[in-house]
């Protein structure tokens, strides 16, 4: 099957069914059907018949969801693009993946858009949610894809500086949805919040996994997320899909409360470690949820593993709620630094949703491992351990860092931070929820932070800016990020 097929056979049997709910604005499946069938024939229209893939470029509104299943209905591959992020980032994911075309959201900034087509030439076809959502399809979109061709692109941080390009074909994300929606069934009923940018895999997840079962998605704001209590209720929230350092913010505000989220019955939690304190303090404002906590890289198409939290084990599980067992179709292996078998190392994995490599292939020896034995497998870098509820997360092998969910690569923001400031060295650490540079000399640019957002998305950028004499380094000449991670600490 491909992706939007998925949307398809839900869209059959509910189509009077609301599909998604903006404020006081719904759309019912059929009227979902007709605007992406709609402006999919507007981007044939408007482009040559041999276009690549087809970007949207839109927040977490209408436009974003609907031009998604719009740009698959093309049979081309989707490439979300991030309203909060710098016209050069967008316009650098345009390029890298060959985009020609993209449905963009008629409240987006104008000048955001024209810096992007500066950046890179690309047809723009405006959409607004609220035209023609009532009208049939103006007739048939390319379509076509064959379930071995890429679904969509999404961009992680690179190692090398650059960020790299994740193809995620149709069959992949049929195999998630399979072993998903077996997990986690849904119905008409339900609704689901809908948390993620388009941007983060988990996006696309929570929307194909709520459309796929007839069931609604509840866009929240980052401001909404702050109140999940109240969100929920004016919603009728069943469903609950975020990072885990949601839990930690509704707290600090105050509006995470013994039972102040009794209509959710199913919470999933990815993008960052989920404490063991902040699932208790989910389970007592949720007495009626199921909890789980999910695993999965880009590469393995949204998540991959699973584990459902039982209070009876909270004293067992330890600082960290396991990651538990692999979906069907996923073969996970834990090896030590010489690639033999282990209870404590780097977590291989493998199967039916991992991708075929990255656009640029160069990257690809860097995470594949393969040999005749065992066959190949995608190492994740990450430092796991196995025990008595499958696996546990304990960290990273390497530098990346997670900030907001999000895969960060120091290098990639170091380089950046070079060019933009003109530094010798730049060093970058996290610290507690945001990042550190430590750079040498003492930039020229009076204002670096405010220079820096305008290259690099929201969560890439330091929230603090150190300047030091020189780069301390290791007795192999390394950076010592371990002491910039100590001096970080001792900020005031």
């Given at each position: 099957m491909?992706?939007?097929?998925?949307?398809?056979?839900?869209?059959?049997?509910?189509?009077?069914?609301?599909?998604?709910?903006?404020?006081?604005?719904?759309?019912?499946?059929?009227?979902v059907?007709?605007?992406?069938?709609?402006?999919a024939?507007?981007v044939?229209?408007?482009?040559?018949?041999?276009?690549?893939?087809?970007?949207?470029?839109?927040?977490?509104?209408?436009?974003?969801?609907?031009?998604?299943?719009a740009?698959?209905?093309?049979?081309?591959?989707?490439?979300?693009?991030?309203?909060?992020?710098?016209?050069?980032?967008n316009?650098a994911?345009?390029?890298?993946?060959?985009?020609a075309?993209?449905?963009?959201d008629?409240e987006?900034a104008?000048?955001?858009?024209?810096?992007?087509r500066?950046?890179?030439?690309?047809?723009?076809?405006?959409?607004?949610?609220?035209?023609?959502?009532?009208?049939?399809?103006?007739?048939?979109?390319?379509?076509?894809?064959?379930?071995?061709d890429?679904?969509?692109?999404?961009?992680?941080?690179?190692s090398?500086?650059?960020p790299?390009?994740?193809?995620?074909?149709?069959a992949?994300?049929?195999?998630f949805?399979?072993?998903?929606?077996?997990?986690?069934?849904l119905?008409?009923?339900?609704?689901?919040?809908?948390?993620?940018?388009?941007?983060?895999?988990?996006?696309?997840?929570?929307?194909?996994?709520?459309?796929?079962?007839?069931?609604?998605?509840?866009?929240?704001?980052?401001?909404?997320?702050?109140?999940?209590?109240?969100?929920?209720?004016?919603?009728?929230?069943?469903?609950?899909?975020?990072?885990?350092?949601?839990i930690?913010?509704?707290?600090a505000?105050?509006?995470?409360?013994?039972?102040?989220?009794?209509?959710?019955?199913?919470?999933m939690?990815?993008?960052?470690?989920?404490t063991?304190?902040?699932?208790?303090k989910?389970a007592?404002?949720?007495?009626?949820?199921r909890?789980?906590?999910?695993?999965g890289?880009?590469?393995?198409?949204?998540?991959?593993?699973a584990?459902?939290?039982?209070?009876?084990?909270?004293?067992?599980?330890?600082?960290?709620?396991?990651?538990?067992?692999?979906f069907?179709?996923?073969?996970?292996?834990?090896?030590?630094?010489?690639g033999?078998?282990?209870?404590t190392?780097?977590?291989?994995?493998?199967?039916?949703?991992?991708?075929?490599?990255y656009?640029?292939?160069?990257?690809?020896?860097?995470?594949f491992?393969?040999?005749?034995?065992?066959?190949?497998?995608?190492?994740?870098?990450?430092?796991?351990?196995?025990?008595p509820?499958?696996?546990?997360?304990?960290?990273?092998?390497?530098?990346?860092?997670?900030?907001?969910?999000?895969?960060?690569e120091?290098?990639?923001?170091e380089?950046?931070?070079?060019?933009?400031?003109?530094?010798?060295?730049?060093?970058?650490?996290?610290?507690?929820?945001?990042?550190?540079?430590?750079?040498?000399?003492?930039?020229?640019?009076?204002?670096?932070?405010?220079?820096l957002?305008?290259a690099?998305?929201?969560?890439?950028?330091?929230?603090?800016?150190?300047?030091?004499?020189?780069v301390r380094?290791?007795?192999n000449g390394?950076?010592d990020?371990?002491?910039?991670r100590?001096r970080?600490?001792?900020?005031?």
């Amino acid at each position: 099957m491909r992706l939007e097929d998925w949307f398809d056979s839900a869209a059959h049997t509910h189509r009077n069914a609301p599909a998604l709910i903006e404020g006081d604005r719904s759309w019912t499946f059929g009227e979902v059907d007709a605007l992406a069938t709609n402006w999919a024939v507007r981007v044939d229209r408007a482009t040559d018949s041999g276009m690549g893939p087809v970007a949207v470029l839109a927040g977490r509104s209408a436009v974003g969801y609907i031009g998604a299943l719009a740009a698959l209905r093309t049979g081309a591959a989707l490439v979300p693009l991030n309203p909060s992020f710098p016209a050069i980032r967008n316009a650098a994911v345009l390029a890298a993946t060959g985009t020609a075309a993209a449905i963009v959201d008629a409240e987006t900034a104008p000048d955001l858009v024209e810096e992007i087509r500066r950046l890179h030439d690309v047809t723009v076809v405006r959409a607004d949610a609220e035209e023609q959502r009532c009208a049939p399809p103006a007739g048939p979109s390319r379509g076509g894809a064959r379930p071995s061709d890429t679904a969509y692109v999404l961009f992680t941080s690179g190692s090398t500086g650059k960020p790299k390009g994740v193809p995620v074909s149709h069959a992949n994300v049929s195999a998630f949805l399979s072993a998903a929606t077996r997990r986690y069934p849904l119905t008409s009923r339900d609704r689901l919040v809908q948390a993620y940018d388009m941007t983060f895999d988990l996006g696309l997840a929570s929307l194909f996994l709520a459309w796929s079962q007839g069931c609604p998605i509840v866009p929240a704001s980052l401001f909404a997320l702050a109140n999940p209590a109240k969100f929920v209720t004016r919603h009728d929230i069943t469903v609950w899909a975020s990072v885990p350092s949601v839990i930690e913010l509704a707290g600090a505000a105050g509006h995470l409360t013994p039972g102040c989220l009794p209509t959710l019955r199913l919470s999933m939690f990815c993008g960052e470690a989920l404490t063991t304190d902040a699932a208790l303090k989910w389970a007592m404002a949720a007495p009626c949820s199921r909890i789980e906590n999910t695993y999965g890289p880009t590469e393995l198409t949204m998540f991959c593993t699973a584990h459902t939290w039982r209070p009876e084990d909270a004293d067992a599980y330890g600082p960290t709620v396991p990651i538990g067992v692999p979906f069907d179709g996923i073969e996970t292996r834990v090896v030590d630094t010489t690639g033999h078998s282990t209870e404590t190392g780097e977590l291989l994995l493998r199967g039916a949703q991992m991708f075929d490599g990255y656009l640029d292939s160069s990257n690809d020896a860097r995470v594949f491992t393969s040999d005749e034995e065992a066959g190949r497998w995608y190492r994740t870098g990450d430092l796991v351990t196995n025990g008595p509820f499958g696996l546990t997360h304990l960290g990273r092998i390497d530098d990346q860092l997670q900030v907001g969910g999000y895969r960060v690569e120091p290098a990639e923001v170091e380089r950046i931070i070079r060019t933009t400031l003109g530094v010798d060295l730049a060093v970058v650490v996290k610290h507690g929820k945001a990042l550190v540079a430590f750079v040498t000399p003492k930039p020229a640019d009076e204002r670096p932070l405010i220079s820096l957002t305008a290259a690099l998305p929201p969560y890439m950028c330091p929230k603090r800016i150190v300047v030091v004499d020189d780069v301390r380094r290791n007795g192999n000449g390394k950076i010592d990020r371990g002491h910039y991670r100590l001096r970080a600490a001792a900020l005031a």
